[in-house]
């Protein structure tokens, strides 16, 4: 069974940065595609950012284009997170997801279509 940690959360100012990892133990990462989620207190979960297998084909969501940035380092089995500008609104418990992509590096699921879950981070953005 794949397994999944999240790293890289904390409390940081309006406007500041942090970088969320990714890892997997027992099994690499290489032929899964990785997305990124959210779960604010009172809403419901949604996607943040998600990577092909290769690295070549990410998407983000609106809300955040622009100032987070989606990496995979496969040779670390570990995908990352860059999150900059970051606002009060970007508060949330943040969750990484695989899903096996069958060998197609091009490959991003739906948000619903992830099958393999982390425990998540928290991160928040207050002054």
């Known amino acids: 069974q794949l397994q999944l940690v999240e790293s890289g959360g904390g409390l940081v100012q309006p406007g500041g940065s942090l970088r969320l990892s990714c890892a997997a133990s027992?099994?690499?990462?290489?032929?899964?595609?990785i997305g990124w989620f959210r779960q604010a207190p009172g809403k419901e979960r949604e996607g943040v950012s998600c990577?092909?297998?290769?690295?070549?084909?990410?998407n983000y969501a609106d809300s955040v284009k622009g100032r987070f940035t989606i990496s995979r380092d496969n040779a670390k089995n570990t995908v990352y997170l860059q999150m900059d500008s970051l606002k009060p609104e970007d508060t949330a418990v943040y969750y990484c997801?695989?899903?096996?992509?069958?060998?197609?590096?091009?490959?991003?699921?739906?948000?619903?279509?992830?099958?393999?879950w982390g425990q998540g981070t928290q991160v928040t953005v207050s002054s």
């Open positions: 997801a695989a899903k096996g992509s069958m060998g197609r590096r091009w490959y991003l699921p739906s948000w619903g279509e992830y099958d393999h």
């Open positions: 027992r099994f690499t990462l290489d032929y899964y595609a």
């Open positions: 990577i092909s297998m290769s690295g070549a084909n990410t």
